[in-house]
C-alpha cells in the first residue's frame, strides 16, 4: 500500500510543485466573463504548457463576502486559487480563476448566477482557449465548493432566446471537486457559519417550527443537498474532519445524498485537517492534490 508523506514535507511538494507549474503557465488575467449593471465580472485563465484540452472552472472560497476597500486583492488571484491552479495546469488542464459579486453588497443568488454565467462564457468560446466544450469540471473550496456544488446539481438549462449566445450554453459541469463544501445552509446557519450565511442570503435561518416562508425558501432553495438526483455531476468532496468553520457532517450528508441518488461521489476524509486550501493540522494526510487529478482524468474522460 503507498505510503503517504508527512504533512511537513506534503505541504512542501505542494508549494514546489506550484512553484514549478507557475513558471510554465501563461495567466491571461482579467478576462470579461459577463456584466453586472455595468460591472464586469473577471477571471484569469491558466493557461498550460502542454494543454490536455480540457478546462476547470475554479472558485476560492471567501466566506461569501469580499472587502469592502479599493485595492482589496480580488477573488481570481487569492493564494487558494495560485495553489490549486498551478497544480490543475501541471497537469495540462486550462484553468479559469473567477471572481464573483459577493456579500454583503450581493445577496444569493449573485455568486450562483455568476458561476453559472463563468460555465457558459467558458463552454461559448471552448474553441479561443483550446478545449472541449462538453468536458468542463469545476473546482472550489468553502464557500467556493458551495458554487461548484450548485454547478454539479442544478440544471444549468441556457435559454434559447438570449440576446447574448454565451447564454444559451448550459451551466452544467460534467465533475466537480469540493473541499470544505457547506451542503446545507440552514444547517450552517445555525451553528459556527451563522454570520456568513445569514448575511449572504440576507435574512435569518428559519426555525424548526416556522412554516412556508420566505426564509424557508430561499435556504432550501440555496442549499445543494436540497437539489440532488440522478443527473447530477460525479463529486469528489474533500474535508478535515476538524474543521471548525464547515463541519465535516456537511460533506457526509451531501455523500449520503448522491449516494441515494446513484450519483458517482467519493468523499476523502482528511483526519485532523482543519479549514483552508492545505487542511491545516492534518495528521499524515493523504495526498489530496492527486486525488482531485485523478478524479478529473477519469470523469472528463482522459482514463
Known sequence: MESHPTKKAALLLIAMTAAFAQEKVRVEPNVIFGMYSGLALLMDVHHPA???GYGVVYISGSGFHAPQSHGAEPLKQSSQARLYAGRLAAAGYTVFSICHRAAPRFRYPAAVEDAQCAVRFVRHNAARFGIRADRIAAVGGSSGGHLVLMLAVLDGKGDPQAPDPADRQSAKVQCVVA???PSDLRAMARGGGGGAVASFLGMLPPGDKDGETVEQRTY?????ITHVSPDDS???LMHGDADPVVPYEQS???????????????LLRIPGGGHGATFAGAKDPPDYMGEMIRWLDTHLGRQ
Open 50 to 52: 502542454t494543454p490536455n
Open 179 to 181: 473541499r470544505a463544501a
Open 220 to 224: 432550501r432553495e440555496a442549499s445543494g
Open 234 to 236: 460525479p463529486v469528489l
Open 252 to 266: 457526509e450528508m451531501m455523500e449520503r445524498a448522491f449516494r441515494g441518488a446513484a450519483v458517482p461521489v467519493k
